[in-house]
C-alpha cells in the first residue's frame, strides 16, 4: 500500500493528451513539492519532473506537472509510442521520509 | 558527470543479512547531498528505503527502520545497506540515488537485482 496514490494504468492515442494524478496528504504534498519520475521497462526510473512543475534540462515540455493542495498532476500531451512506460510520482514527508505513488502504467494505443 | 553503480551479491539466504555498495564517481560524497537506496520488487513499484546525509545522518523508510542500516564511506566514495533478517519479500531489484533536501533523487544507479532464496 503506497502512501501516494496514482491510477494503476492509463492510455492514449498518438497526439492526445493524457493525466496522471497523484494524491497524498497534509504532512507530505501538502506541505512539499513533487516529482515525477518515468521508468521505461528494463531500466532505472529517470527524473521527469521536479519541485511541482520543473522540467528538467533534455525533458521536452510536453511533459508539464501541477500541484494543488494535497494532489498533483503529470500531464503529457502530443502523446508519443515512446511514452510508454511507468510514471511515478513523490514527495518528502514531515519526517524527511520519502514516499512513492504505487506507480501508472501508460499505455499508447 | 555523477555515476552511480551497485554492487554485491546477487542471492541471499533466508533470514540472512542482505549488503550492498554503492560506488559513487564523478561527485565527492563528503561535499553534501543524501544519498538514498530505493528497491522494486519483481513487477511492483517503488519503496525508497532510506537515507543517509554526508554527514552520517540517517533517515529510514518507518516499516523497515527495525532491519536497515546505511553507512557511508567517505574515503572510498561510497555509501552501503545492510538489510537483516531477509524473507522472499525483499527480493527487489535495489537502487541507489543522489537527492537534495526536500528535491528528487536526480542521478540513480542502474539498480541490482537480490534474489532472497534458499
Known amino acids: 500500500q503506497s502512501v501516494l496514490t496514482q491510477p494503476p494504468s492509463a492510455s492514449g492515442t498518438p497526439g492526445q493528451r493524457v493525466t496522471i494524478s497523484c494524491s497524498g496528504s497534509?504532512?507530505?504534498?501538502?506541505?512539499?513539492?513533487v516529482n515525477w519520475y518515468q521508468q521505461l521497462p528494463g531500466t532505472a526510473p529517470k527524473l521527469l519532473i521536479y519541485?511541482?512543475?520543473q522540467r528538467p534540462s533534455g525533458v521536452p515540455d510536453r511533459f508539464s506537472g501541477s500541484k494543488s493542495g494535497t494532489s498533483a498532476s503529470l500531464a503529457i500531451s502530443g502523446l508519443q509510442s515512446g511514452d510508454e512506460a511507468d510514471y511515478y510520482c513523490a514527495a518528502w514527508d514531515d519526517s524527511r521520509n520519502v514516499v512513492f505513488g504505487g506507480g501508472t502504467k501508460l499505455t499508447v494505443l | 558527470q555523477v555515476q552511480l553503480q551497485e554492487s554485491g551479491p546477487g542471492l541471499v539466504k533466508p533470514s540472512e543479512t542482505l549488503s550492498l555498495t554503492c560506488a559513487v564517481s564523478?561527485?565527492?560524497?563528503?561535499?553534501?547531498?543524501?544519498w538514498g537506496w530505493i528497491r522494486q520488487p519483481p513487477g511492483k513499484g517503488l519503496e525508497w528505503i532510506g537515507n543517509?546525509?554526508?554527514?552520517?545522518?540517517?533517515n529510514y523508510n518507518p516499516s523497515l527502520k527495525s532491519r536497515v542500516t546505511i553507512s557511508i564511506d567517505t574515503s572510498q566514495n561510497q555509501f552501503s545497506l545492510n538489510l537483516s533478517s531477509v524473507t522472499a519479500a525483499d527480493t527487489a531489484v535495489y537502487y541507489c540515488?543522489?537527492?537534495?533536501?526536500?528535491?528528487?533523487?536526480?542521478?540513480w544507479g542502474q539498480g541490482t537485482l537480490v534474489t532472497v532464496s534458499s
Open positions: 543517509i546525509y554526508h554527514s552520517g545522518n540517517t
Open positions: 519541485s511541482n512543475d
Open positions: 540515488a543522489r537527492s537534495r533536501s526536500y528535491l528528487p533523487f536526480d542521478f
Open positions: 564523478g561527485y565527492s560524497i563528503s561535499s553534501s547531498y543524501y
Open positions: 497534509s504532512s507530505n504534498i501538502g506541505r512539499n513539492t
